[in-house]
């Protein structure tokens, strides 16, 4: 497997060093078939997003993966007009098997900043499928991504990784959910305009709020962000005319002074007639008096209580790595038994077209016979005896000098790829037995030699070298964590 997995992400550089490496979208083909070009690679893909910048390279074969990292990283200096010492201290790589782990644990959500994210699924879908219009996907590339994303929907689906919110606009949301039954009756203002704002408003829109007043400073920046989400822009001041409707009010803006008195809100219960409100404040400093905590009908939350339901969750994710790498190690090992299996193919196809040549002769020869007049029950029995010889002549060949050469190895593999019993060959290891279960040497056998002897035509097949049964499923996990970045390429 040339498999390389090259990148510079969150843990490896800070955000000035992935800026600058980051591709754009309108970028990335014409860069994959340039580094196709460039550093002499086969197939490629790349990843590209906020936090990480990723290149999945397939090496030529008999290549040094490591000498072929370096390669990609003088490329990515060179391409983004930087400093190959400093991509080289940034980046890491990862080879083999390795880099496959790697590509499971992005695409899982397991090596991201926020543990279990699901975004990175799409995206790595995504720059998947950008390469393949780009021409810079092939067979081995083909095949290992879909089961990447096999595999890493498998540890979605079976462990809760990706349950629990671990961000504070999500929490503020997930709050919500647990206190009104039903989200599409709600009316939510939002105090604020800010990117803590917009995820709140995305969010509660994904959970079925439409109804949604933006109240900010200045009319524009809530016009703006309104639009995206078919809200309601309002002003500050006319908070306390939309009050007394809004059922969630969550908050966050950058005011030294609280911006909801407990007074505002008294007279808001009043014309909700002391219907519960939910109310949570992300700000810091806070936006709404801690005194509206003591009111009947209000249940209000802090950033603070919002933290300790993150920092909850984030370790309700994290007992479910464990179980995520066992269903990582049995898909990788499934993998490897592949790529193992693949390795007879060509020798199972020069297989099957020897013995259908013979198979071919042998019929022709056959036909010709009965087309002469001779008895078409003996021609048969001609044919049937013809390729049966000719077709064990080779193996059995091979399974007579392995037994001279006392390789008792050999014999049970070849016994068990014949399909034939090796209760007594393991038995009695020293005495070697042919195909048809009679001992080496013994007049059967010496009829049989005498019968291929006498063969106008040995079959064109050469003996088959001994095949082991796949391995099974690794139940251990690789020592070294999979989530830390590769060897830099210092």
């Known amino acids: 497997m040339n498999l390389i997995a090259l990148g510079i992400n969150h843990n490896s550089a800070n955000v000035d060093v992935r800026e600058r490496v980051a591709f754009a979208p309108e970028q990335v083909s014409e860069a994959m078939n340039d580094v196709c070009r460039a550093a002499d690679i086969d197939e490629v893909v790349v990843l590209s997003t906020c936090n990480r910048t990723e290149i999945y390279a397939v090496a030529p074969p008999n290549t040094s993966l490591d000498a072929k990292a370096r390669e990609l990283i003088d ?4 391409y983004h007009h930087l ?12 080879e083999g098997e390795a880099a496959l782990r790697h590509m ?8 991201s900043m926020v543990l279990g994210e699901p ?11 950008v390469a393949s219009e780009a021409g810079t996907v092939g067979s081995e590339l083909g095949r290992l991504f879909p089961r990447v994303f096999s595999i890493a929907k498998k540890v979605r689906t079976d462990t809760a990784i990706g349950e629990n919110p671990v961000s504070v606009a999500y929490a503020a949301v997930d709050v919500a959910r647990r206190i009104f039954t039903d989200l599409g009756d709600c009316n939510a203002l939002l105090v604020g305009a800010g990117e803590t704002i917009e995820l709140v408003t995305r969010h509660l829109i994904e959970a079925g709020v439409s109804n949604i007043v933006i109240a900010n400073r200045t009319l524009g920046r809530a016009r703006e962000l309104a639009q995206k989400f078919g809200a309601e822009a309002v002003l500050l001041a006319e908070i306390p005319d939309h009050l007394p409707t809004s059922d969630i009010v969550i908050t966050s803006t950058a005011s030294q002074l609280p911006i909801i008195g407990k007074g505002t809100v008294e007279s808001a219960l009043k014309v ?10 992300i700000a810091v400093p806070r936006d709404i008096e801690p005194q509206v905590r003591d009111l009947r009908d209000v249940y209000l939350y802090s950033v603070d209580d919002l933290g300790q339901i993150v920092d909850g969750n984030l370790r309700a994710r ?6 995520a790498d066992e269903i990582i190690a049995l898909g990788i090992a499934s993998v490897g038994e592949e790529q193992r299996s693949l390795g ?3 020798l199972v196809k020069e297989y099957r077209q020897s013995a259908e040549a013979l198979r071919q002769r042998e019929l022709e020869r056959a036909l010709t016979s009965i087309s002469r007049g001779e008895d078409p029950q003996k021609v048969l029995v001609q044919l049937a005896r013809a390729i049966t010889n000719k077709l064990i002549h080779a193996p059995t060949t091979g399974l007579k000098k392995a037994s001279a050469e006392g390789r008792h190895d050999v ?13 007594d060959l393991d038995a009695q290891p020293n005495t070697a037995r042919s195909p048809s279960g009679s001992p080496s040497g013994s007049p059967s056998d010496k009829t049989e030699q005498n019968t291929e002897a006498s063969s106008s035509e040995s079959a064109a097949i050469s003996p088959m070298s001994p095949v082991t049964n796949a391995a099974q499923a690794k139940s251990a996990i690789e020592s070294e964590s999979p989530r830390t970045p590769g060897p830099t390429l210092q």
């Open 75 to 78: 490329w990515m200096a060179a």
């Open 83 to 94: 400093s190959v010492d400093d991509l080289r201290g940034a980046a890491y790589h990862h």
């Open 104 to 111: 499971v644990h992005v695409a899982a959500g397991l090596d």
């Open 119 to 129: 975004q990175i699924f799409g995206q790595l879908k995504s720059a998947y499928a």
């Open 272 to 281: 909700r007639r002391h219907r519960p409100m939910l109310m949570i404040d």
């Open 318 to 323: 994290q007992k479910e790595v464990s179980k």
């Open 344 to 346: 007879a193919v060509d």
């Open 411 to 423: 014999l049970g593999h070849a016994a068990r790829l014949l399909g034939l019993r090796v209760d």
